[in-house]
């Protein structure tokens, strides 16, 4: 038996998105449970489906999928962009082995929107449509902040696989700070875990120096930064090269709690 890994996918994502980075660690000995999150499923009414729910809906979910998994060892959870801060958000629940955050989107309290971003946010959001709509971006917003540094030739399928997000959730993400319920909170102090953190120097979603903001939250993270790749880094030309380093970094902290539980 493997040893169990949660991966958890970002905004306008399913499961599906985590295709590549599933292989690379199956082939590597690891379970993968890959979730869709509440609302993420390619099915006709999706947007209306996922437009009003929140950060804790998306959560709770997370929590429950976990307690069904039937490997009872404290799983290892990988989470990029939305997923990212949903995956901390997780590990104060749950107590994961280990956390990996993936070019992750920022928690309450730390500003993550540049500003061609937050224009765009800004429009759609004083259109009076964000918090009970569903949002997509279009194709072009999409390839400028998503895509970017991937062959144009695999743009418009990524774009296709895209779904429609919750405007709450983005709204609870991106403007935090008049989000008095807090979505987006996270408690640094409460994890303690191993964390390991990739920020990416092309990143347009989620840049490197607000990547940088999440990692210094934890004392005993391990950074990683690549400068010339963009945010998808989940199926990317670097992807298989980035998962070979963070299992180089996993294996230590399995064996040692396979050394642990066995004295045990």
């Known amino acids: 038996m493997g040893y169990p890994v949660v991966l958890i996918h970002g905004m306008w994502c399913s499961s599906g998105s985590w295709n590549r980075v599933r292989e690379i660690l199956e082939s590597r000995g690891y379970d993968c449970y890959v979730p869709s999150l509440p609302a993420h499923d390619a099915v006709p ?17 997370l929590e429950q999928f976990v307690a069904q998994i039937p490997d009872t060892r404290p799983p290892i959870v990988i989470g990029h962009s939305m997923g990212g801060l949903l995956a901390q958000q997780l590990a104060m629940r749950v107590a994961p082995l280990a956390m990996v955050l993936l070019t992750p989107a920022p928690s309450w309290g730390i500003m993550g929107l540049r500003w061609s971003n937050f224009v765009a946010f800004a429009r759609w959001m004083f259109s009076g449509r964000f918090w009970r709509n569903p949002y997509k971006p279009s194709f072009e ?6 895509f970017n540094g991937l062959a144009p030739d695999r743009h418009r399928r990524l774009y296709e696989g895209l779904l429609h997000e919750s405007g709450r959730a ?17 408690r640094s102090a409460d994890i303690h875990c191993p964390v ?34 963009g945010h998808w880094v989940i199926d990317d030309e670097e992807t298989e090269e980035m998962m070979h380093a963070i299992c180089g970094w996993l294996r230590p902290i399995e064996q040692r709690f396979a050394r642990q539980h066995h004295a045990a």
């Open 45 to 61: 009414d999706q947007p209306l489906q996922v437009a009003r729910l929140s950060l804790r809906d998306y959560l709770d979910a």
């Open 141 to 146: 917003r999409a390839v400028i902040s998503a």
């Open 170 to 186: 983005i709204f609870e993400i991106a403007f935090w700070w008049i989000d008095f319920g807090r979505a987006a909170l996270v």
């Open 196 to 229: 390991y953190v990739v920020n990416c120097g092309q990143d347009r979603l989620t840049p490197a120096s607000v990547v940088r903001r999440v990692a210094a939250r934890y004392p005993q993270s391990t950074q990683r930064s690549y400068p010339d790749r």
